[in-house]
Structures are given as C-alpha cells and as structure tokens.
C-alpha cells in the first residue's frame, strides 16, 4: 500500500510563512499527479494546488501569487510554500496523490491524514 504524510502545519500569525511537505511511501511504480486540498469549518474540502509530474501547476484564485507548489519526482515529495499568510487560510491541509503502485496496478488517489494550519495573532 502507499502511504501519504505531511509535515510542516502549525501555527502562523498573519502575514506569516508555513512550508508544507508530503512524503509518500511504500509500494510506488509512479506518481502522475499530487495535490494540496484543505478544508475549513463548515466549508467543502477544496483544491489548493496540484501539480503534474511534468510540473505543470494549477491554483485555487484564493492563493494565486502567495502559495508554491513544487515536487521532487526523485524523493516522491511534494512541498507547498505558503507566504502572506491569511486567516482565511485556516484549515486542516490534506495531501492527495494519483499513484501507481506496480506496473501491474492502475492508478489509484491517496490521502494523507491532514496536517493543521492556523492563522490566528
């Protein structure tokens, strides 16, 4: 099986940075597509960022021109730099990837178990 888990949420005052991490693991023939989701109190889960494995990217307007998303295909990780910080940004951040397991297997979306990002003074 494969495993996604993030690292790097916490808490930022406003106008502050946070850089997230996902690392996947286990079996991984390869990874076509990962992805940052989030999800608010009371709000749908939405996508943040995602990108390809050829590093083409797409964002959600809300964060277009503060956050980053990169990925190392070598290491199998994701990243997301978060800068300029809102409240707005509050929610439990989730990683999301379309894997490959084996050359056998189709591709199939994981998750991770969110990471916690608060924007609070």
């Known amino acids: 099986q494969v495993h996604l888990v993030e690292s790097g949420g916490g808490l930022v005052q406003p106008g502050g940075s946070l850089r997230l991490s996902c690392a996947a693991s286990?079996?991984?023939?390869?990874?076509?597509?990962m992805g940052w989701y989030r999800q608010a109190p009371g709000k749908q889960r939405e996508l943040v960022a995602g990108?390809?494995?050829?590093?083409?990217?797409n964002y959600a307007d809300s964060v277009k021109g503060r956050f980053t998303i990169s990925r190392d295909n070598a290491k199998n990780t994701v990243n997301l730099q978060m800068n300029s910080l809102k409240s707005e940004d509050t929610a439990v951040y989730y990683c999301?990837?379309?894997?490959?397991?084996?050359?056998?297997?189709?591709?199939?979306?994981?998750w991770g178990q969110g990471t916690q990002v608060t924007v609070s003074s």
């Open positions: 990108i390809t494995s050829g590093g083409r990217t």
């Open positions: 286990g079996s991984i023939f390869n990874i076509y597509t």
């Open positions: 999301n990837a379309l894997v490959r397991a084996t050359v056998r297997d189709a591709a199939t979306d994981y």
